[in-house]
């Protein structure tokens, strides 16, 4: 979990976690005395530059294909404004404000290295919008994730030079009547800060920040409603042994496997059927392992490379020292464009799956379970449909699976001939979880309906609290009513978190834990 201690920006390590609680007003930031004089250092290198007339990307020459265009010491200020202008040419509906302040702090991590030359007037100003809640308007569509997010980061920060948008008081406002009530004015940005600015990752990271976070909780809950799914319809619990997982030791494989064994531990449900005839269960119910774990390896994979993308430098120029500046290519997205697509899908194949278990669960195979979840059927159609619904949105995450890392459009003029498209597939990834949610939400509601049926034998202590949580929100069925109410309620608790927060409470209740050995790597970030 995030410390609550405050973090210093530059110089503390920033994870996922830390970075949603710094959002969300739980850590708060701050600029050491050293790290405000190596702000200050890189700045005065920047003016020194200036100073002698040496051209140098993007303190004195133009942007792009325009590099060997100098500018005059007297335009480089202007030239600083005009990027922020020019660049602002997003489309599209706005990012979810809290994806927006997300990039303000991970554009401040980046600046407070001290390798930017942004002044400090201008970092604190900064710290003034996250501070206080003041979000930039930021649309959605626009960057190729190559040169930076150009465009969202170009938006991010009008409100610096008084222009765009803000969300300030839950309230869409213009930058001016910020200014009115605030009292604030408009920052002059000095040499090479809108550059500074626009150029870095900022767009792809914090929706990679916000996809370890869902994609976390997905697994999380995939694994907990997948062993009440074994449960209502008598799945074995021999493939999450252990022996078997050791042949085969995946990291993945083996925390499911583990995690799911202890979630039917106890269970009399288990029991009753573990001298049946029955030789082995659909790859949906035994594979949970193999599946789930391989997203779990996909999940790590991605929360190890944000972790280094949070504490990087990623603009363009990079200020080293007096005599080395270096326009190098810090400010590609395909680090994490690439992971963003394996994380997506990662995330379809963990809706892929549950779609599968939902469908088992309706075709009336398993011993005491009624075909499509209800007794009296004809005059009822029970939870046929409900499959429907998953059925299209498992399909639709199938479509937007395509990479979009492994395409690539020429941009400025060639100047930019290879591009990550990495800000697309950050947004891909979280619509693909937001069906994702809605699938396993459904999953939650099938298989407590399954569970039911079970009575009166008990599962384990925690599969039986989880059920009776769900039973608080949700009634059994036995014959049809609105199921769209029923979905919007089981969303809501996938939202919560709820059956999460039984297991925790549990947990720490009984002392019964369903840790393992790789849990500090799966379940920290």
């Given amino acids: 979990m995030a410390s609550k201690k405050t973090f210093k920006l530059g110089e503390d390590w920033l994870t996922a976690s830390i970075t949603l609680s710094i959002a969300k007003g739980e850590t708060p930031i701050e600029l050491s005395k050293s790290t405000r004089e190596k702000i200050n250092a890189s700045a005065q290198i920047v003016a020194n530059i200036v100073a002698k007339g040496k051209a140098v990307y993007g303190i004195n020459t133009g942007f792009g294909p325009l590099c060997t265009t100098k500018i005059s010491k007297e335009e480089t200020k202007v030239l600083q ?52 809640d003041a979000i930039p308007i930021v649309p959605s569509q626009g960057s190729v994730g190559a040169s930076g997010d150009l465009a969202p980061l170009s938006h991010l920060f009008l409100p610096l030079i008084g222009l765009g948008k803000v969300n300030y008081k839950g309230i ?5 009547e910020l200014f009115k009530q605030t009292g604030l004015a408009a920052i002059d940005l000095g040499p090479k800060e809108g550059l500074a600015l626009i ?34 319809l008598q799945g074995s619990v021999k493939p999450f042994f252990n022996e078997l997982h050791a042949l085969r030791p995946y990291k993945g494989n083996i925390h499911v496997a583990k995690r799911i064994k202890r979630l039917l531990k106890g269970s009399e449900i288990m ?52 005599e080395l500046t270096i326009s190098g290519g810090n400010f590609h997205g395909q680090p994490l464009a690439m992971a963003l697509d394996y994380a997506c ?98 999953e ?56 999460i927060h039984v297991i925790d409470h549990i947990s720490e209740k009984e002392g019964i834990s369903l840790k393992t050995k790789f849990t500090h790597e799966f379940e920290v970030y």
């Fill in 199 to 232: 150029n870095g990752t900022q767009f792809i990271a914090a929706h990679a920040v916000k996809v370890v976070e869902k994609l976390h909780s997905c697994l999380s809950q995939a694994d907990i409603i997948g062993a009440m799914m074994i449960e209502g």
């Fill in 81 to 132: 404004s005009n990027i922020l202008k020019s660049h602002s040419v997003g489309v599209g509906n706005p990012i979810a404000t809290d994806i927006a302040k997300l990039m303000l702090i991970l554009k401040a991590q980046s600046l407070a290295k001290g390798y930017s030359g942004i002044s400090e007037t201008t970092l604190d100003r900064i710290l003034w919008h996250i501070d206080h």
């Fill in 172 to 176: 869409e406002i213009e930058t001016c």
């Fill in 444 to 499: 939650l509601l099938t298989a407590a309906q399954a569970f039911e049926f079970r009575k009166p034998m008990k599962s384990g202590i925690f599969l039986e609290a989880i059920h009776t949580a769900i039973r608080e929100k949700v009634a059994f069925a036995d014959k049809d009513r609105v199921f769209s109410d029923d979905i919007e309620k089981g969303i809501q608790m996938i939202k919560d978190q709820t059956i």
């Fill in 345 to 442: 899908l990662a995330a379809s194949e963990l809706g892929n799956i549950s779609d599968r278990r939902i469908y088992l669960a309706l075709e009336g195979n398993s011993p005491g379970i009624p075909k499509l979840l209800m007794k009296e059927t004809g005059i009822n159609s029970g939870y046929m449909i409900l499959q429907y619904t998953t059925a299209a949105l498992a399909s639709e995450n199938k479509g937007l699976c395509f990479p979009s890392s492994a395409d690539s459009i020429p941009t400025s003029l060639g100047q930019e001939d290879h591009v990550s498209m990495g800000s697309i597939g950050g947004r891909k990834a979280l619509q693909v979880l937001d069906n994702v949610e809605k699938i396993l939400a459904i």
């Fill in 271 to 322: 029991e009753d059927h573990i001298d049946c005839d029955r030789v082995q269960d659909p790859y949906s119910l035994r594979c949970m392992p193999q599946v789930h774990g391989a997203s779990r390896n996909a999940w790590l994979h991605l929360k190890e490379l944000v972790e280094v993308e949070l504490n990087s430098v990623t603009d363009n120029p990079i200020i080293i020292d007096e």
